[in-house]
């Protein structure tokens, strides 16, 4: 078996440059274009270009075909089984569940209903979410691959395309590493300087993990802290693996795997939960790992390691499509709203953000900060971008007039009245309508565990969780600080004040209902990036 020759690669290089231009400024903009129309648009304008190619030849995608099957099911099974948003009218949401079943089954043997089907789960469903990023544009990319196979005639292009869906998931690691390394004067302060344990103590202040004694975690912390620069290193190194991935099949395998690895440690530490980059490398690496033989050899070798890295740096510069940034300090301290609800029976539950599905991510994260006067220095988990920021933090220590001073001199007030008032007429409306019986879930009590999980996973905190068994009559929010002090390694709740109570009344049918994206201050537009 004889390495493959320059014009192999060549060949190769044309049809990857093919595909993500195809995918920039074709199959992006479509996607955008169509996301925000209404659904019988979406499915005209999905089946006209599915229709043309039916009439040509079908290129052969070969075992990742397969790849691309089990990312379809996995995203149809977000999309089917989360949660209505009942402040808006729930039958156009079933229908839109449904047409996305019968979508992705069609996708499976036909790639091009891949456009209406991502209309369908981006536009109307809400899946252009962080943690659904990564497999939709390897599902875009797979359809921009052969929409350039089938016009074009390109044989031989198996390897292309495994050249160019690797790019895209690990330019999801690799963007992040380049973030951390112009974080501070030299590429490696960030590993070398931060703290990461931190995270570990602000994700236990949100809301993760909170069934464990605090000093449980204290003694988790202390014990890990000096695991800190070790874990940093080999976080940065996993993030850059796909640098030099394409040099060899092995070398690939094994940066899908890390990042795989990779994920499952950063839910165990912070209850962010990227399970869908999980199961996508995972069984991408098993793919990887039993292609056949010379058909793929052009996606691997100096020369197709050169071609990805153009397309690695590309996509950092944000030019192909725009993975984020996720570089950042680690702070021990948080500020964050909470919610909480009194029931018919009196009981005092918590509003935590697994019962506000479809927006568990908005209500995960800093979804609140429109009520409070309060500056606030950081942004989720306590992260901040500054490193001095970060050392004055620590050196506080939990004191209260240190922090505020901290917070008058680098903090921002993100009061803001409009938003205010829409987020709590979206409440408002979202519990009376649960009060007199709105179906919240897609799926029947007796299948509730079948449905997909989320990413955020902030579900504890100082009351029992609230899950719908009894009607609200209040709800209460509220704003905490609180603060994890390195020198004595305890827990401190620095401040619980309350923003504003809802007292349920019964809906007035004149009552407009108010969208929770259009409330928060980090719900995603479907015409984020490309």
Request: net charge positive.
């Amino acid at each position: 078996m004889g390495t493959p020759s320059l014009a192999a690669y060549l060949h190769t290089a044309v049809t990857i440059t093919a595909v993500v231009t195809c995918y920039r400024f074709v199959i992006s903009p479509t996607v955008r274009a169509i996301a925000r129309r209404p659904t019988p648009l979406v499915l005209v304008a999905g089946a006209v270009p599915a229709a043309v190619p039916a009439f040509l030849p079908s290129p052969a995608p070969g075992p990742l075909r397969w790849l691309t099957v089990f990312v379809i099911a996995l995203l149809t099974w977000q999309g089917a089984t989360s949660d209505y948003d009942v402040t808006e009218p729930v039958g156009p949401q079933r229908l839109d569940k449904l047409l996305l079943l019968m979508l992705g089954a069609a996708s499976c043997f036909w790639p091009p209903a891949l456009l209406a089907w991502i209309g369908v789960y981006c536009g109307k469903l809400r899946g252009w979410k962080h943690h659904a990023m990564m497999p939709l544009r390897l599902l875009k990319a797979y359809l921009a691959w052969f929409v350039v196979a089938i016009l074009f005639k390109t044989s031989g292009s198996a390897a292309a395309l495994l050249l160019v869906l690797g790019c895209v998931s690990l330019s999801h690691y690799v963007k992040p590493a380049w973030s951390k390394a112009r974080l501070g004067p030299r590429p490696w302060s960030w590993a070398w300087h931060n703290r990461t344990h931190y995270l570990m103590a602000s994700a236990y202040s949100w809301g993760w993990a909170r069934f464990l004694r605090p000093e449980t975690v204290s003694r988790v912390l202390r014990r890990t802290r000096g695991l800190d620069r070790p874990v940093n290193i080999l976080t940065m190194a996993t993030e850059a693996a796909g640098l030099i991935a394409f040099l060899d099949r092995r070398l690939l395998v094994a940066a899908l795997a890390a990042t795989a690895l990779f994920n499952l440690v950063v839910v165990l530490a912070s209850g962010i939960f990227f399970w869908e980059n999980i199961a996508t490398n995972t069984a991408f690496a098993v793919t990887v790992g039993t292609l056949p033989g010379t058909e793929y050899d052009t996606a691997f070798g100096w020369p197709a390691a050169l071609v990805a890295l153009a397309v690695l740096v590309l996509s950092a510069a944000d030019l192909l499509w725009q993975p984020w940034h996720l570089g950042w300090w680690d702070s021990p301290f948080t500020a964050r709203v909470h919610w909480q609800v009194e029931t018919a029976s009196g009981a005092q539950q918590g509003l935590y953000n697994g019962f506000m599905c479809p927006h568990e991510r908005e209500f995960g994260r800093v979804l609140g900060y429109c009520l409070t006067s309060e500056p606030v220095l950081h942004d989720h988990l306590g992260i901040v971008w500054d490193r001095q920021l970060r050392d004055l933090v620590v050196q506080a220590d939990g004191d209260q007039q240190r922090l505020s001073h901290l917070k008058q001199t680098y903090g921002r007030i993100q009061k803001d009245e409009r938003q205010a008032n829409v987020h709590i007429a979206f409440l408002t409306t979202m519990f009376s309508h649960l009060n007199n019986g709105a179906r919240k879930s897609p799926l029947p009590r007796s299948l509730r565990r079948l449905k997909a999980p989320g990413g955020q996973l902030y579900r504890w905190g100082d009351l029992p969780p609230y899950r719908g068994d009894e009607r609200v009559h209040r709800i209460t929010i509220r704003y905490e600080e609180r603060c994890y002090r390195p020198t004595t390694g305890d827990f401190a709740l620095l401040a619980n004040d309350v923003l504003h109570e809802i007292d349920l009344v019964p809906p007035n049918p004149d009552h407009g209902s108010a969208s929770c994206e259009r409330s928060s201050s980090t719900a995603a537009p479907t015409s984020e990036s490309c």
